[in-house]
């Protein structure tokens, strides 16, 4: 019955899907898609046996804003393993959380998977999510990709860096984020729009270096090198330098992990900042157990897996990402950018100052 009561109010409660843009993301957003689910969900509800029903009530419910391309092998390799069904629903972080937030106690829901500290971080704040003692996941999980109270673990890591142009940038000439607002860069620095929680969080963790001020007057400093207005994600900043726009500018490593993939000749190249001072701004893709979930033991089961060395280089290398897990190499494409010094204050600041963040990148003018 259990099982049959989820999937009721997963049902009901998926009428209301909605639409947020996210461009190049590796997250979910186009409501066709989550329809499409809906429909799959529908679908496997109505193949479901009686005897299937009873085996089914250890399955785990996941709210995911992670791409289904990116989840589903490793749910299904999991159920392999185990015999424990996981079942998903696919849409952004917001409306996730929000309805979450709206199911309350009758929520379906065991685990929500994000991407972004910041998202996470919202996640705790609205009170959907619960702290989880595990054993493995302190062990796997590095202390600072993980939330202070264990309500989130970081499950993949992804760098937001500097990327180049080869034919117009010298990489001696570049050492910081900061760095990015000095007169050099004047006209040829391009940014996605602050409104991208990774941008948020990126400016949160500089506050928490310089304070307020001083973060206000980098970022000032980058609104004025700008060439162009802020893109609206990541590619189409990288597609900029590699037209000649813009020289510079700040990238998740996956996303130009993909277009290196299209085209290996690609003149653009990552650049590992602030490696004398607090290391590149990492963050993560990472998940929790749901405050209402009646299945914590499954779910805290798939989510050890998912930091076990079985599944961490698979579950980073599939999107060019690093494991969180610091035992496990990352795939050869990823090992080739080189290593670098990585900013280990916890990432749980990035949420913590996210509305300081906003502030400050309104204040200095960057849209
Ligand atoms: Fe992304």
Redesign the pocket.
Known sequence: MISMNKWLVALAVGAALSVTACGD???QSAVTKAAGKQEKVVAKKGSETAEAKAENQQEIVVYSSRKEHLIKPFFEQFTKETGIPVIYITDAAAPLISRLKAEGERSPADILMT?DAGNLWQATQEGVLQPLESEVLEANIPESLQDPDNEWFGLTVRARTIVYSKERVQPDELTTYEALGDEQWQGRLCLRTSKKV?NQSLVAMLIARHGEEKAQQIVEGWVANLATDPFSN?TKVMKAIEAGACDVGIV?TY?FGRLEKDNPEIPLALFWPNQQTTGVHVNVSGAGITKHSSNVENATKLLEWLSSAEAQQMYAGLNMEYPANPEIKPVPEVEAWGSFKADDMNLSKAGELQPQAVKVMDRAGYK
């Open positions: 993301s590796e997250e991407v990774y990541d998740n996303y």
